[in-house]
T-cell receptor, first 114, second 112 residues
């Protein structure tokens, strides 16, 4: 079972460049989300989606865009990368999105912005 | 956003020792999840607790949910190097579960 697949695993960008972090899940989960993890800050929610065509902002959405055209895919776009976006990014999915349903995480994308 | 406080922040112990880590909040949890994150990987769910006073066991790991549902603990008996990782607690927050709220975690190192 693939679960949640994130690509790429590592990425280095220069300030001002744009890129898309890919996320795909094969569990037919309705709920998908993006988190960033920084030392001493824990996991912070960037954007989430409760189904195809529906997205909403999380705690730290500035500088990021998302779309959900299919149930399987939930890409995260950095429009103009900044050093403050250096982080580890995790995509997650769950069946219902409530606290009773486990989040399934990918293995992360480690992004460095110079 | 409900603030989840985890303690200790870091813990380094030797194989065979017992340990307890804590997750606390000033507000009542509707439910609480515990995750373990190994280096280079994403978090993996260990357990969900829902009822005040609930105790759940997962092999050498014992999870307790406080009677008032404001705190939870994770106790590991006879720790092994494979228990090394970041232990995170998370709750649904106030957004009907669409914004799972994580604590900052306890980083555990178990040395042989």
């Amino acid at each position: 079972n693939a679960g949640v697949t994130q690509t790429p695993k590592f990425q280095v960008l220069k300030t001002g460049q744009s890129m898309t972090l890919q996320c795909a899940q094969d569990m037919n989960h309705e709920y998908m989300s993006w988190y960033r993890q920084d030392p001493g800050m824990g996991l912070r929610l960037i954007h989430y989606s409760v189904g195809a065509g529906i997205t909403d902002q999380g705690e730290v959405p500035n500088g990021y865009n998302v779309s959900r055209s299919t149930t399987e895919d939930f890409p995260l776009r950095l429009l103009s990368a900044a050093p403050s976006q250096t982080s580890v990014y995790f995509c997650a999915s769950s069946r219902t999105g409530t606290g009773y349903s486990p989040l399934h995480f990918g293995n992360g994308t480690r992004l460095t912005v110079t | 956003t409900q603030l989840l406080e985890q303690s200790p922040q870091f813990l380094s112990i030797q194989e065979g020792e017992n340990l307890t880590v804590y997750c606390n909040s000033s507000s009542v949890f509707s439910s609480l999840q515990w995750y373990r994150q190994e280096p280079g990987e994403g978090p993996v769910l260990l357990v969900t607790v829902v009822t005040g006073g609930e105790v759940k066991k997962l092999k050498r790991l014992t999870f307790q949910f406080g009677d008032a549902r404001k705190d939870s603990s994770l106790h590991i008996t006879a720790a092994q190097p494979g228990d090394t990782g970041l232990y995170l607690c998370a709750d649904p927050g106030s957004n009907s579960g669409y914004a799972l709220n994580f604590g900052k975690g306890t980083s555990l190192l178990v040395t042989p």
